[in-house]
């Protein structure tokens, strides 16, 4: 009836207009690359029950328009998220030039303990690079990022940059960094998570793990 | 010889004797069957004496087997607890573990009735307890079903195996969960019973417990470990809970099982999940105790608001989130109400104790109420976007091919431009895609807001909202007024925010006004669509006809309104019937009782068919409270759907929708004197000295009295500056102060059973088609009664064509096309040869215009004349009358 999981994670996939966010996100949900997208509209949805270190974990991503008239509705999409897939195509400098007020908008309104992963998408495009690697990890280290490089066309990383950020956030529940129980923390117990310790042997349903969304 | 025959009669003799003594044979038959049916009374009896005295000297088999189930006597007194006939037919050999027809030993039907004794012998005799009859049922599963936990302790001794399983894979511990038994099941328990055993659709002990409610046994099975498992289907035990409405029992499983307290706020998402069910569980959790209360709600609001995201999400299913977020939000908003259980704060709305306020638990529901802002202010500047640019966004297609044609021709100019008009062409989309989204958590939000107030009361902070978003709301509603009738119920609550609606509203067709009017009204009463349901002989309105009017007063008065309006039933006094015809029949000639002459109640009009307030109604002592019962039965015809033979001068209708009348109404009382004021305000009347001031001089009991129209209007002369507040003032006091307490009267009946804010949604033409119906329209006596002026004969094509197009109209249309030309729906008594006009009959008359591109029909309603353009086709005529038809037949322009 519903899935089982450990813990559910509020994502953001944010960055500017044409940078690839949609497509990426549909790569990792459908294992497709979206043809023929068009601007996405205010904020889509999407979800997926991954493994991460022997747990599961929902991961419930919330997809914003990168269109410059939409930044205050996504914006208040922002709060309680726990991760975000910062996206920048490497192909346009421009997308790469507007990277710090997207970083700006996620530390401040979302959480200032939000663990972000920069993804440089189009990475198949290597030809029309306009951003190198190189500057690109540099950037990452200075803002305290973690980063890859992505394509959204051949699957490439995505399922890495979604998992990486996932780990990150698992890990800092492990050592209290994170407190899941902390209102806004974009993090909430699923019901196959650890804080039903007093209950009885052997009460899990086993339940099939697939997204219903 | 002698002696052998002396002794024969004396054997026969002392057996008579006997058998008389005993009034019963005192020999068996030899024949088995015969003998069975003389010993069965007696066994079922337990008559033991008897029965051993005469199967002493007998052959007769005791294990014979008789009847349709093929029982035998042993049989018979296990199940009758015949202890004694039971030992006594042991003893003589009956076999203990006999089965009958469907595989009952006598130990099975000694279990099932639970004879105790009995039992104990057959045990003793070795009654085999393992025995399974045809459907696998053993004793165990008998005493199981009945909860005999005594006897259940006894016999579980003797069973090899206590979780022997039926055909279905039940144990006796299922059927004993089921039934709620809870000494049985404790005592199967303790004699090892198997707590998870799954039958064969894989349902547990827990399952079956879960599936009926049973709140204590389920709490024994989980204190004692059970395993909580889904069925086969996946159907889990708190899937039953929910589906079965049982509070406790959901209670008692997330006390065991903490992580079920999530699932069971998820299944609000569920819309297979029924609703009331799931809100009864949720109610009882919550309250538990003020942490639940808390938490529950709190759960709810983060539910609702990842729906309401969901919703704004355009690629999610608009009517599936529409209805999971509306639906979370309803029972949010009704456990909210219900307030937490301690009893010390049952009036605080904002705190609760000394702890965290109540409110708290929307917190999570103000991000959704944010983006709800943010989405709202984002379309208001695209509007402004496009209203700066009426070239760009008149037509999107138009802007697109413009866009690609210029970047065919010039590839490096338009990059800029082709950016631009594409924000202004999705603009557009953004709207029209949103829209009903939107709307949709616009009406969460109003009842999120709207159940922190006392009812009745609109919340500040929702007012506020739609003030500010004005635009964008009305901007919705005008692109697609079903938005009013899907979501914006909250007008019908609110009518300092109805009014900045109304007017899209009242362009809405008629048909959806009705149908959003009813869901209203009937909004919260069981079954709406029955005026006439069994009801409690003490309800039925006992009707006498010779004082039809009196008498439906008082047992009107005597109901309460609910009852009215859950269901009339009228009965005429001796009479039988009673039924939907009986209780129309009693609305037509009720109606027509009311406008009787003799209760002086209403006075007709000029025109002699319809009806207003008597000014002299005083007449009549009790004149008020008949007016007050007028209205109450006005407003019962009109809830329960029922037509009523009365029809009221157009300015009365406007009375009850509460429209200022004008002083084309008073034409309906004094045609004459209205159309002096159509003259004073048609002409200029500076210079004609007519020295008119703000007063009249009216007739009280003979006695001429000067009234002012308003203070100090005896010394304020009428000009032409001021004329038209005269006009209005002076029709005010004609149609209105002279019969304001008849109305007010009139309206606090009508009211118990319409509420003002939804009668508004009509005017006064469709109020008088809801509470009297769409008249019968007979074309060819139309036809027949029509005269021609201007030009036009009957042989005329033009008309031909027009008759022609009357007989195509849907009813409604030909109401209209009368209401157009007439200002009345009605036909008269008697026919259109009837037909009044101002002064006097006056048939309904087509009078020919020259005819000009475009150019409408127009009317003359006073002298009833159609003023019909002279069309060159059919087609044409049809098409110009039916817009005039849809956009005309309302409101008056002078022509």
């Known amino acids: 009836m519903s899935e089982t999981y450990d813990f559910l994670f509020k994502f953001l996939v944010i960055g500017s207009a044409g940078a690839g966010k949609s497509c990426l996100l549909h790569q990792f949900i459908e294992n497709k690359f979206k043809q023929d997208s068009n601007h996405t ?22 997809d914003t328009a990168g269109q410059e008239r939409f930044r205050s509705v996504t914006r208040s999409y922002y709060r309680g998220a726990a991760g975000a897939l910062l996206v920048y195509d490497i192909t346009s400098r421009e997308t790469y030039n507007a990277l710090t007020n997207w970083l700006t908008d996620a530390r401040t309104l979302a ?5 972000i992963i920069l993804c440089g998408n189009k990475k198949d495009l290597d030809a029309e690079r306009e951003v190198t690697f190189l500057e690109a990890s540099r950037f990452a280290q200075e803002n305290e990022l973690m980063f890859l490089e992505t394509s959204a066309l051949t699957g490439e990383n995505v399922e890495e940059g979604f998992l990486k950020c996932a780990r990150t956030i698992l890990n800092k529940i492990d050592s209290g960094e994170l407190d899941p129980e902390r209102m806004g923390s974009g993090i909430q117990y699923g019901d196959a998570s650890l804080r039903q310790l007093r209950q009885p042997r052997g009460t899990t349903t086993q339940n099939k793990q697939q997204c219903n969304c | 010889m002698m002696e052998r025959a002396m002794e024969q009669l004396n054997v026969q003799l002392s057996r008579l004797t006997r058998s008389l003594r005993r009034a019963r044979t005192v020999e068996l038959p030899e024949d088995n069957e015969t003998a069975v049916y003389t010993l069965m009374p007696m066994v079922m009896a337990d008559q033991h ?24 006597l042993l049989h018979i007194a296990a199940n009758c607890g015949s202890v004694e006939c039971l030992v006594l037919l042991l003893k003589r050999g009956a076999n203990p573990n006999y089965q009958d027809i469907s595989g009952c030993t006598p130990l099975h039907l000694a279990a099932r009735n639970g004879q105790k004794k009995c039992m104990g012998k057959l045990l003793e005799y070795n009654a085999d307890v393992n025995i399974c009859n045809n459907e696998g049922l053993t004793a165990i599963h008998w005493l199981a079903v009945n909860g005999r936990t005594e006897l259940l302790h006894d016999l579980v001794q003797h069973v090899s195996n206590v979780d022997v399983e039926d055909a279905m894979g039940q144990t006796a511990l299922h059927v004993a969960c089921q039934n709620g038994h809870k000494t049985t099941v404790l005592c199967l328990l303790d004699s090892g019973a198997d707590i998870n055993r799954p039958n064969v659709s894989g349902a547990t002990p827990l399952y079956f417990a879960c599936s009926h409610g049973q709140r204590d046994t389920a709490q024994i099975l989980l204190s004692r470990g059970a395993k ?3 069925d086969k289907n996946g159907i889990t035990p708190l899937d039953l809970c ?22 069971l706020i998820q299944m609000t998402q569920n819309e297979d999940v029924k609703e009331n069910m799931l809100r009864q569980v949720l109610e009882h959790v919550s309250q538990q105790s003020d942490s639940h209360y808390q938490k529950v709600l709190t759960s709810l609001a983060e539910v609702a608001t990842t729906n309401g995201h969901k919703l704004l999400s355009l690629s999610s299913s608009y009517e599936a989130q529409m209805k999971s977020l509306l639906r979370i939000v309803r029972i949010f908003c009704h456990v909210f109400r219900l307030g937490p259980s301690s009893p010390n704060n049952g009036n605080d709305m904002g705190y609760n104790g000394n702890k965290t306020p109540r409110s708290q638990v929307f917190k999570p529901l103000e991000l959704l109420w944010h983006s709800l802002d943010e989405w709202l202010m984002l379309i208001s500047t695209e509007l402004e976007r496009s209203t700066k640019n009426p070239s760009l966004s008149s037509s999107s297609s138009e802007i697109a091919s413009l866009l690609l044609k210029q970047r065919e021709s010039d590839p490096s100019r338009t990059t800029l431009s082709l950016l631009e008009g594409e924000a202004y062409v999705d603009g557009e989309d953004v709207i029209s895609m949103t829209a009903n989204r939107l709307s949709a958590v616009i009406q969460a939000f109003y009842m999120s807001c709207s159940c922190q107030m006392p ?90 006809r010779d004082s039809i009017f009196r008498s439906s007063c008082e047992m ?44 002086a109640l209403f006075t007709q009009s000029a025109d002699g068919t319809t009806f207003q307030p008597n000014s002299n109604s005083s007449v009549n002592p009790d004149h008020l409270n008949y007016f007050q019962f007028a209205g109450q039965i006005l407003g019962l015809a009109l809830y329960h759907r029922q037509l009523v033979n009365i029809y009221f001068t157009r300015s009365f209708y406007k009375h009850i929708l509460g429209i200022p009348v004008n002083y084309q109404d008073v034409s309906s009382i004094d045609p004459e004197y209205a159309k002096n004021l159509q003259w004073i305000l048609d002409n200029d009347i500076s210079d004609l000295g007519l020295e008119l001031t703000f007063s009249v001089e009216t007739d009280v009991f003979g006695a001429m009295e000067e009234v002012p129209l308003k203070p100090g209007g005896s010394s304020i002369l009428v ?5 038209a507040e005269y006009v209005q003032l002076v029709t005010e006091l004609r149609m209105t102060r002279a019969i304001q307490p008849q109305i007010n009267a009139f309206l606090q009946g009508f009211h118990t059973f319409i509420p003002p804010s939804l009668i508004q949604l009509f005017d006064e033409y469709e109020l008088e088609l809801l509470l009297s119906g769409m008249p019968e329209m007979d074309v060819e006596d139309w036809c027949r009664n029509t005269e021609y002026t201007s030009g036009y004969d009957t042989e005329d094509p033009v008309i031909q064509w027009f008759w022609k197009v009357v007989r195509s109209l849907t009813q409604e249309e030909r109401v209209l096309l009368l209401q157009f030309v007439t200002g009345s729906s009605r036909v008269p008594h008697g026919g259109f040869a009837f037909l009044m006009g101002g002064s006097g009959l006056q048939k309904f008359t087509i009078a020919a215009v020259p005819y000009t591109s475009n150019l409408l029909p127009t009317s003359s309603t006073c002298i009833n004349m159609l003023k019909l353009p002279e069309y060159p086709t059919q087609e044409i005529l049809r098409d110009r009358l039916l817009v005039a038809l849809h956009c005309g037949s309302y409101g008056y322009t002078m022509a």
């Open chain 1, 41 to 62: 509209i205010g904020v889509e949805f999407g979800s997926r029950v991954v493994n991460v270190g022997g747990k599961t974990v929902k991961l419930q991503i919330w």
């Open chain 1, 111 to 115: 959480s200032p303990n939000i663990v």
């Open chain 2, 49 to 72: 004496r008897s029965v051993s005295e005469l199967l002493l000297n007998s052959k007769f088999d005791v294990n014979y087997a008789f009847g349709r189930v093929k029982r035998s």
């Open chain 2, 228 to 230: 909580y498992l889904a």
């Open chain 2, 242 to 263: 929910v589906q079965g409405g049982y509070g406790e029992t959901c209670e008692i499983l997330i006390q065991h099982h903490a992580r079920l307290f999530q699932m």
């Open chain 2, 455 to 544: 009812q009745g009361m609109t919340s500040p902070r929702f007012i506020e909202f739609v003030c500010k978003h004005d635009e964008v709301l009305k901007c919705f509603v005008t692109r697609n007024p079903k938005i009013i009738f899907n979501h914006f119920h909250f007008l019908l609550e609110c009518p300092e925010l109805m009014s900045r609606f109304m007017h899209i509203i009242k362009n809405q067709p008629f048909k959806d006004r009705c149908e959003w009017f009813y869901e209203h009204l009937l909004a919260g009463q069981p079954d709406s669509d029955m005026v006439h349901r069994p009801v409690n002989e003490s309800d039925i309105l006992l009707i006498h």
């Open chain 2, 556 to 599: 009107v008065s005597k109901s309460t309104n609910e009852k009215l309006k859950q269901g009339i039933a009228v009965r005429f006094h001796g009479e039988e019937g009673m039924g939907q015809g009986v209780v129309r029949e009693w609305f037509d000639i009720l109606s027509n009782e009311i406008i009787n002459p003799d209760y």
């Open chain 2, 719 to 723: 000009t032409q500056d001021n004329k």
